[in-house]
């Protein structure tokens, strides 16, 4: 089912439009902040890298206005006096993509993960992007323009579950579940904003993601034993895959902004590439669900 003609929204413009990316510093996040600016944006990047945001300020300042802010988006003051600056700076927000995100360490079996490990996937990936839409949104609704709120979801956890990665997983259902809240909610109190989860996807993504225990709070560390599975790297991830037989082409994180933009433009409210094996796996989950058993998941080896 697409959109009901109440949700429906004319297309936003991007000349000139301001727009917030957290996690804008790297990966996925600065393939958006880039296409953002190609098409005449202003963006402003809130990350907790101090040198990946200025290394992409510099990097990216030459295609239009970027700006960096230092910000832990699990921070509620922080946040605060984010939104704050840049109301101060540009006097509106037009888009808010809600991009950082972060592992939950290594993964492991579900009754080894640590409640700080909880705590630090949790925190960056479900109450930041609360804490950025709670902060954002009622301002971006008071100013009565047209808008978007861009979740960044995942596959693992938005339609199925890796099971080897529950946190994170369970972390990104909570995402998709919310937005969908959120968007019927900007729907149907008559704003002029709408929402969209993105499931960044279309092959390997080569981003800082394997490593995002460099961003792990001393406070949030985990206190017992190792789960016996270290983090992945990006290429041994790759290995594994292709070892399995999977197709590991990688994906251009330029070319996967520009989508994410383009999509949130045309205020699409999924927004993924190469849907078809996803669409097969949500009939099938739909049919265990009919028969009482337990859907099959995303079918990465366990
Ligand atoms: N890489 C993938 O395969 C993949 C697949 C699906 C979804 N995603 C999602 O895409 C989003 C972007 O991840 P990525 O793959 O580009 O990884 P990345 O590590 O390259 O980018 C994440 C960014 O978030 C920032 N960040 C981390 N903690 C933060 C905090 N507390 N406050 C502010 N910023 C913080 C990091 O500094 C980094 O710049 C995440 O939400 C991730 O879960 C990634």
Redesign the pocket.
């Given at each position: 089912m697409g959109e009901t003609n109440a949700s429906a929204a004319p297309p936003l413009q991007l000349e000139g439009a301001v727009a917030v990316v957290?996690?804008?510093?790297?990966?996925?996040?600065?393939g958006i902040v880039g296409a953002l600016l190609r098409r005449g944006a202003t963006a402003v990047i809130?990350?907790?890298?101090k040198a990946?945001i200025e290394a992409a300020v510099e990097g990216l300042s030459a295609h239009g206005p970027v700006t960096g802010h230092q910000?832990?988006?699990?921070d509620e003051d922080a946040v605060a006096t984010l939104a704050d600056a840049v109301y101060d700076a540009h006097g509106r927000v037009d888009l808010l993509f809600n991009?950082?995100?972060?592992?939950s360490g290594g993964g492991g079996k579900p009754w080894q993960q640590e409640p700080n490990d909880w705590r630090w996937c949790f925190?960056?990936?479900v109450f930041?992007m609360a804490i950025c839409t709670s902060t954002f949104v009622p301002r971006m609704i008071e100013g009565g323009r047209p808008g978007q709120v861009v979740n960044?979801?995942?596959?693992?956890g938005g339609f199925a579950p890796v099971p080897m990665a529950s946190v994170?997983a369970a972390s990104?259902a909570a995402v998709s579940c919310f937005t969908e809240s959120l968007h019927h909610n900007l729907v149907s109190d008559g704003t002029a904003l709408r929402a969209s989860v993105f499931?960044?996807?279309g092959g390997?993504?080569r981003?800082?993601?394997?490593?995002?225990a460099r961003?792990r709070p001393e406070h949030l560390a985990r206190r017992g034993e190792a789960t016996g599975r270290k983090s992945m790297t990006f290429d041994e991830m790759k290995a594994m895959l292709a070892k399995g037989g999977r197709d590991v082409t990688e994906a251009d994180?330029d070319e996967l902004g520009d989508f994410a933009v383009t999509e949130a433009a045309a205020r699409r409210y999924i927004i993924a590439r190469d849907l078809d094996h996803t669409v097969a796996l949500l009939h099938r989950r739909a049919d265990a669900i009919a028969h009482r058993e337990i859907p099959p998941h995303h079918g990465m080896p366990l």
């Open positions: 957290t996690g804008g510093a790297g990966g996925i996040g600065r809130a990350d907790v890298e990946a910000v832990d988006i699990t991009n950082a995100g972060v592992t925190g960056v990936n930041g960044t979801s995942s596959g693992d994170y990104k499931y960044p996807s390997l993504l981003t800082g993601l394997f490593t995002a961003n994180l």
